[in-house]
């Protein structure tokens, strides 16, 4: 800095000083935004413009100009450095993932002014770090525009002249030759903002498209509902509590044999109550995700047919009041499975892992849906259930499995898993025994509820499993190990609808034929039953489903 401000060429001391100022204040915008390798990449494409301000200039019109555009082009870097940054903070989430994409897609105006009337102080910093940056850089461009001549100062072409200038060819050959490589290549030229923002501009148009679609495909399927004529066979009153949780593995519950307690109340309710309490022992999804899981639960596996049927459609032609409360907030679930509903209970407003949500705080809506006086309820109850992050989903400190070593940590460490992955198990389990608290309290409500005559039955299920360590080196969804596939399936009714054998949990069980044990339970009958798929009936057939992964046997 010393030897630029003794220089013996003013003008050029001010291009250098403009060009350090710009590339730190670009560049430490960019630190919160990306990852090492990433802000190199984008840092290379943002080089270019700014080394024009190396570049020997004369005349004050071109000067000028040059300010401008190096500025704008900064700017541009700097604002999509601070949005890619909030959302990171806020949502751990990129710009361009499905969460951010369909936030974006499903807000209008309204919604966009009442979101930043409740987020600015969360936006501050980052409106903060810009100005701070863009008055910096203003005021060296600035500098920058003036010429020499004009200033008043002597133009002298001092002796460091030709250092600099050799420096500074060496420097601009180098940086233009990366640049050019940059630019070259699609996977990081998708990181100029002017490219990433306007590609991000279409996705968010196609998925609104995307969902008009879905909005005429849910009023055909409800027309096509009632022209079915589905009818209830059973008089009186029945409420109908389906509890969907979310990434839980069977083989990690103890009502299941897993060697941990996690679910203390659920074996207290089994014993209790019996065969009533039919535990599926051999329980499948056919998806390893969330979205195509419920997609093949809901619409009977059967959503790719020319006239798919949803079976919430169903139940409201059939006479059921259908409410949907949920824990997630996850606007293309919403779009396509709980805009169905009568009524919407959505209780999180952080997408995706970040979500903090307590499942414990959906017993609030559920208690005031049973308490409804309509006669025939349907209720969902979408829960988080043992969703990534797994240490979110109990309450801080609840986790009786991250001291000491047991069985299940010997385990582990005898397959050879990492310690990482250890942890991660000690995690997930917790989250189990919190979820056997929120599962039990909703089944106590449903029990609880007024109408002590009436029908009721509860159906509980995961729409995927989970890999924590069980078949690979890996925590989360799996749709390459059997893990991400094995779920818990569990049933119960006040009154049975029809008898069932006494080996009836043997039954395989798989997600993608929810629909038809469901339309059992709300006791709907319609044309284009298929008895054979709904595990409570007699004339119930398995047949494997096709898994992306090889299964030795569903009966295990
Ligand atoms: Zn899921």
């Known amino acids: 800095m010393h030897a630029i401000r003794d ?35 984008v840092m290379v494409l943002a080089l270019p413009a700014m080394c024009l301000l190396l570049w020997p200039v004369e005349a004050l019109r071109v000067c000028r100009l040059r300010a401008l555009f190096v500025g704008l082009w900064a700017g541009g870097f700097m604002i999509d450095g601070a949005v890619r940054a909030y959302l990171a903070r806020t949502y751990q989430a990129s710009a361009d993932s499905a969460l951010v994409l369909t936030a974006v897609a499903n807000t209008g105006t309204g919604e966009s002014v009442e979101y930043l009337s409740m987020y600015w102080p969360a936006m501050l910093p980052w409106v903060a770090v810009l100005m701070a940056g863009g ?33 500074s060819a060496l420097l601009l050959c180098a940086v233009l030759l990366l640049s050019a490589l940059a630019y070259a290549l699609k996977p990081w030229r998708r990181l100029h903002p002017l490219v990433f923002w306007s590609d991000w501009v279409a996705s968010v148009q196609e998925l609104r498209d995307e969902w008009a679609d879905q909005d005429e495909l849910r009023q055909r399927t409800l027309a096509r509902a009632a022209g079915l004529q589905p009818t209830v066979l059973s008089e009186g009153p029945s409420t109908v ?6 990434s839980v593995n069977r083989d990690n519950l103890g009502l299941y044999g897993y060697t ?20 599926l022992r051999h329980a499948w999804s056919v998806d390893a995700g969330t979205l195509a899981s419920l997609r093949n639960l809901f619409w009977f596996g059967n959503y790719n047919a020319p006239e798919p049927m949803h079976v919430l459609a169903l139940a409201r032609a059939a006479g059921y009041h259908v409410t949907w409360i949920s824990n997630h907030d996850d606007i293309a679930i919403d779009q396509s499975h709980a805009a169905f509903a009568d009524r919407i209970e959505r209780l999180s407003r952080t997408p995706g892992r970040s979500n903090r949500s307590a499942d414990i705080d959906t017993l609030k809506p559920l208690r005031a849906a049973l308490a409804d006086p309509q006669p025939r309820k349907l209720i969902v109850v979408h829960l988080m259930g043992a969703h990534p992050h797994y240490s979110f989903r109990y309450p801080k400190g609840a986790n009786p499995f991250d001291d000491g070593f047991d069985v299940v940590e010997h385990e582990l460490e005898q397959e050879g898993r990492p310690v990482w992955l250890q942890v ?10 919190h979820h056997d608290t929120v599962l039990a309290e909703t089944f106590e409500l449903l029990r609880q509820a007024p109408g002590s005559g009436d029908y009721r039955a509860w159906l509980y299920l995961s729409d995927h499993g989970q890999e924590v360590g069980h078949d690979a080196d890996h925590a989360g ?11 818990p399936a569990i049933v119960w009714q006040n009154q049975a609808r029809s008898t069932l054998p006494a080996d009836a949990w043997r039954r395989p069980f798989r997600v993608d034929w929810t629909g ?9 009958r319609w044309q284009g039953d298929d008895r054979g798929r709904d595990v409570l009936d007699a004339a119930y057939r398995w047949a ?3 898994l992306p992964v090889s299964v030795a046997s569903f009966e295990n």
Do not use: K
């Open 135 to 167: 008055l910096a850089m203003a005021w060296a461009l600035r500098r920058t525009a003036v010429s020499p001549v004009q200033a008043g100062v002597p133009r002298a072409n001092g002796a460091r002249m030709p250092l600099l200038r050799r420096w």
């Open 544 to 546: 494997d489903p096709q």
């Open 260 to 279: 941990r307690e996690t679910t203390p109340r659920l074996e207290r309710l089994r014993d209790e109550l019996g065969d009533a309490f039919l535990v």
């Open 7 to 41: 220089g013996h060429s003013p003008a050029r001391s001010s291009d250098l000083l403009a060009f350090a100022v710009v590339f730190a204040t670009v560049l430490c915008t960019l630190i919160p935004a990306h990852d090492l390798r990433r802000l190199a990449q």
């Open 241 to 246: 509590v389906v509890v969907i949780s979310d």
């Open 516 to 524: 038809w044990t469901l339309a059992h339970l709300l006791d709907v």
């Open 424 to 433: 991660l198990r000690d995690e997930y389990d917790a989250a189990l025994l």
């Open 477 to 487: 969804h799996s749709s390459h190990t059997v893990a991400g596939f094995r779920i």
